[in-house]
């Protein structure tokens, strides 16, 4: 996709008769830049740039819809995948072992969180990479947005990515996705011991169709796992994950009382206040059926 995105901005670039070097200075970049797209070689291209070369050769947005092409193939197969199936997910069910999920991390967040990969390839890959980031999060907002279901551990919380202004943002902004009906945030204590999902992050995405994948994820390696029957091994999985975190409610004090920087001094409640707490939700909903956090499991949405 490189290529064919080069190829075409030489042919663009050929018609209307301009220079590497004219073109460059209606993208603002230096001629040796665009003899890098041309040729593929090099970092890929920003959306910043495309959406500059787009306009400087009339493209009509071709390039600007080519780049999301080019952009994945700066990620391996397997991550390239996930990410096809979760555009297209109507129910996100996530585990987060070490950071906040992608789909609800501030932009500082992001960066922070990117920029610790050993083999990042510059500042231009990185913001390649923050703006797909970003671009993904629109969906939440969409008409056809998933329900989104995200269980934190509790090292998630502990650990200040970027320090401690932007920590305290990426809390808020958790604390504010949590209000939307359609997004449930739990936390995963430490008292709850060991688990198996240790070994790095678990994703669920049901389909349209009603089918369900897993992934799973670590620092650096992901696989998708398509099977029923492995699938079904890691809905239970989850399942138990979601029955050991704390409800709701309570993740979302954790979470406010970690933002106000008093979280190790305070106590975590007791297993039988948990349980509590979800049987008084259990009441308060009406009788339906809850799982875990005391809040109804999501199902498919309604038809219209």
Not at 102 to 125: K, M, P, W
Not at 201 to 211: A, I, R
Not at 215 to 239: F, H, K, N
Request: proline share 5%; net charge neutral; aromatic share 6%.
């Amino acid at each position: 996709m490189a290529v064919l995105f080069g190829a075409r901005v030489r042919r663009l670039r050929i018609a209307a008769g301009l220079t590497q070097s004219e073109l460059g200075a209606l993208a603002h970049v230096v001629s040796s830049r665009i003899t890098q797209i041309e040729r593929a070689s090099g970092a890929k291209p920003t959306l910043e740039l495309t959406r500059s070369l787009d306009v400087a050769l009339g493209a009509d947005e071709l390039l600007i819809e080519l780049w999301p092409y080019v952009y994945r193939e700066a990620f391996p197969d397997w991550s390239r995948r996930f990410m096809e199936y979760a555009e297209r997910a109507v129910i996100i069910r996530q585990y987060a072992a070490h950071v906040v999920p992608g789909l609800l991390q501030t932009e500082d967040y992001a960066r922070a969180v990117l920029s610790l990969d050993a083999l990042l390839d510059g500042e231009e890959q990185l913001e390649e990479r923050l703006s797909a980031r970003m671009g993904r999060q629109e969906r939440l907002s969409s008409p056809d947005r998933p329900e989104l279901w995200v269980i934190l551990d509790e090292a998630v919380l502990r650990r200040p990515i970027g320090g401690s202004a932007v920590m305290r943002k990426q809390l808020v902004r958790l604390l504010d996705a949590a209000t939307e009906h359609h997004i449930t945030v739990q936390v995963l204590p430490f008292d709850q011991g060991g688990h198996e999902s240790m070994g790095g992050s678990l994703t669920l995405l049901t389909m349209p169709d009603g089918t369900d994948v897993a992934y799973t994820e670590g620092a650096d390696y992901g696989q998708l796992i398509e099977e029923p029957a492995d699938v079904s091994r890691y809905t239970v999985i989850y399942d138990r994950l979601r029955a050991a975190a704390l409800p709701p409610l309570m993740s979302l004090d954790v979470i406010r009382s970690t933002m106000e920087g008093n979280y190790r001094g305070a106590n975590l409640p007791s297993r039988s206040d948990r349980r509590r707490l979800a049987q008084e939700q259990l009441q308060q909903s009406g009788g339906r059926r809850l799982r875990g956090g005391g809040r109804r499991v999501p199902g498919r949405r309604p038809r219209p």
